[in-house]
């Protein structure tokens, strides 16, 4: 059973403090990692595809990466309009399309 | 272009009733996917339709969850005897041809409250 966990489950940061956040899965064969964000009341926005290990992409302020057991989600100098929850979800080669969700990190910048 | 959109945004319905949501996909896309997002949780897959066919329905929890894409354009969930379990928000996304690794874009969802 395709399995994401995300950490930590919350995470307060001042304005222009960097950090990660951890997506850890277990899939049977990896096809894609996905990051989203998600505003609240909202649906998730799509931010990154990761497709293979050692892969690396970048918007704005954002930056992901893939190993072959888990995904980082950078965050440089984050501003307020950074808060959102950030969900990780994989998508397994079994022919499948549907995507396996984490729970999220919830992350809240402070001016 | 427009998104994918969803209606009602929000439904209150007392347990037992029967609830129809409703999906419309961005223009063009072919496939289209439900899922449910319960407080605090990622997105949990319910169906994906190709077309007109449902391809999976292996994430549908139980026979009073049912789905349909008539004309391979907008779709309907349909919810028999709620019960308050069923509370969550139902959310749908759409992708150009259901191709593997193809992005799926989501809707805003519609918020179900079962009293």
């Known amino acids: 059973e395709d399995q994401v966990t995300q950490s930590p489950e919350a995470l307060r940061l001042q304005e222009g403090e960097s950090s990660s956040l951890n997506c850890s899965y277990t899939?049977?064969?990896?096809?894609?990692l996905f990051w989203y964000r998600q505003d609240p009341g909202k649906g998730p926005e799509f931010l990154f595809t990761?497709?293979?290990a050692g892969e690396e992409k970048e918007k704005e302020r954002l930056k992901a990466t893939l190993t072959k057991k888990e995904s980082f989600l950078h965050i440089t100098a984050p501003k307020p309009e950074d808060s959102a929850t950030y969900l990780c979800?994989?998508?397994?080669?079994?022919?499948?399309?549907?995507?396996?969700f984490g729970s999220g990190t919830r992350l809240q910048v402070q001016p | 272009g427009a998104g994918v959109s969803q209606t009602p945004s929000n439904k209150v319905t007392e347990k037992g009733k029967y609830v129809e949501l409703r999906c419309d996909p961005i223009?063009?896309?072919?496939?289209l996917y439900w899922y449910r997002q319960s407080l605090g949780q990622g997105p949990e897959f319910l169906i994906y339709?190709?077309?007109?066919?449902?391809?999976?329905d292996s994430g549908l929890p139980n026979d009073r969850f049912f789905a349909v894409r008539p004309e391979g354009s907008v779709s309907t969930l349909k919810i028999q005897r709620t019960e308050r379990g069923d509370s969550a928000v139902y959310l749908c996304?759409?992708?150009?041809?259901?191709?593997?690794?193809?992005?799926?874009?989501f809707g805003p969802g519609t918020r179900l409250l079962v009293l």
């Open positions: 990761l497709y293979s």
């Open positions: 899939v049977s064969g990896l096809r894609g």
């Open positions: 223009s063009g896309h072919t496939a």
């Open positions: 339709f190709q077309g007109t066919g449902a391809a999976d």
């Open positions: 996304a759409s992708s150009f041809s259901g191709g593997a690794r193809e992005t799926q874009y």
């Open positions: 979800a994989v998508q397994a080669k079994a022919g499948r399309r549907a995507l396996t």
